[in-house]
């Protein structure tokens, strides 16, 4: 079975993405998670918080960036992306 190619965690700032980054980036090394996965953190855009539809739009415009991809519906068609939305304060949960 074929895993995701890029998995994209959205954060509130850039503070939040950096201390993102940096635990990804050593359980990526430590091999607790698939390096075969493009982990990539995305803030909201000039610390706005924009919710989960921005933070998806946001995120997929990121991604079109990173990988300077010219025609977005070949790009999308080729890849498996897991978004998971991590920079919200879940104030539904107790």
Same mark, same amino acid.
């Given at each position: 079975m074929r895993t995701i190619d890029i998995c994209v965690v959205t954060a509130s700032n850039e503070r939040q993405a950096d201390s993102f980054r940096k635990l990804l980036g050593s359980r990526t090394?430590?091999?607790l998670y698939p390096r075969e996965i493009d982990?990539?953190?995305?803030? $909201?855009?000039d610390g706005v918080r924009v919710g989960s539809g921005g933070g998806t739009?946001?995120?997929l415009r990121y991604?079109?960036?990173?990988?300077?991809? $010219?025609n977005e519906e070949e790009f999308f068609a080729a890849k498996r992306i897991l978004i998971l939305h991590a920079g919200g304060e879940s104030r539904r949960l107790p």
């Amino acid at each position: 079975m074929r895993t995701i190619d890029i998995c994209v965690v959205t954060a509130s700032n850039e503070r939040q993405a950096d201390s993102f980054r940096k635990l990804l980036g050593s359980r990526t090394g430590s091999g607790l998670y698939p390096r075969e996965i493009d982990f990539l953190v995305c803030p $909201d855009p000039d610390g706005v918080r924009v919710g989960s539809g921005g933070g998806t739009v946001n995120a997929l415009r990121y991604v079109l960036d990173r990988y300077k991809a $010219d025609n977005e519906e070949e790009f999308f068609a080729a890849k498996r992306i897991l978004i998971l939305h991590a920079g919200g304060e879940s104030r539904r949960l107790p």
